[in-house]
């Protein structure tokens, strides 16, 4: 873990765009305050496809064979997959996948508490590398993707191609794919969504500063850095940037670096999609959209996938990817 933080910072740190993969943003602490992002007013995305999870879920469970198994990708929010496993037509089980195996184990027992007939088989998996399934799965269930959150988005697109082309291969021919997007919409709604008044995006950003330096002892000064979110129109989507407020001598693993007065790290992006774009981002992968389901404002989209054609062979292996946590 520290040799590839450390790999990837000093890569950042060598290359000018300085772009840290969004995964470290997630430390324990970083996790919490994802957690306090999530319920902030300005921060719409979470409440928004939970809103659209329950005015709709009898009609997407209605859309989903019975006795299928849920494969869900990061280990369950319990607030969307609680009431999804409830709305489903007798699953054949739940497989919930996750980089971390306290996470992944804590989500299981929960879930085998609330549904104590329901076989629950939980698979660390890195979706930044190449994961698998559990092998003992019942083999003539259909498979269930479920990818909430949007988390999709903070892929740039040939990592989110080569996500879903792998969860074809993986959940086989008959398969459908459940995934939450984040619509494209004005900069007036983004920005405040990822610079809130609060200020807890903007603690969210600098805590990667403060992981780096406990984790490679490293000497960034957190407050000499500024929380920017940069709406960018093609493709759209929003960056977060921690910007240097003056000229700044930084020491990461015996190495020196000089960054300028305005020159800024580059932490995140989550790009936002129009349903046109990514039907046809999805379609490229192997999934065809079904149906989908927004909010009255149209800010945000649940879209039920399913496989096309015959178990589909990326036709590269996908480039590593790095996400997030949730
Ligand atoms: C996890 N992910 C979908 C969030 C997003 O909206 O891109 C992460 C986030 N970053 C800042 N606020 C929320």
Redesign the pocket.
Known sequence: MTDTLQNDVLAALRDPGHRIP?AW?YDAHGSEL?EA??RLPS?Y?TRTEIGILDAHLPEIAAAIPANSLLVELGSGSSRKTVPLIDALHEPAGYVPLDISADYLADAAESLRARFPGLPVHPRVADFTADFDLPGELPAHASRLGFFP???I??LDAEDARGLLQHCHGLLGPDSMFLIGI?LDKSADILIP??DDPEGV?AA??RNLLVRINRELNADFDPEGFRHEARYFETPPR?E?HLVCERTTTVHVGGERFELAAGESLHT?T?HKYSLGAFTTLAAEAGWSVNNHWTDPQGRFAVLLMQATGSRYNPPVTPKPYR????
């Open positions: 969004s943003l994802f992002i999530t921060y995305p959150g949007s988390t988005g903070n984040d969504a990822y995006t969210f950003n929003i977060m995140e989550s996400s997030h946590r949730p």
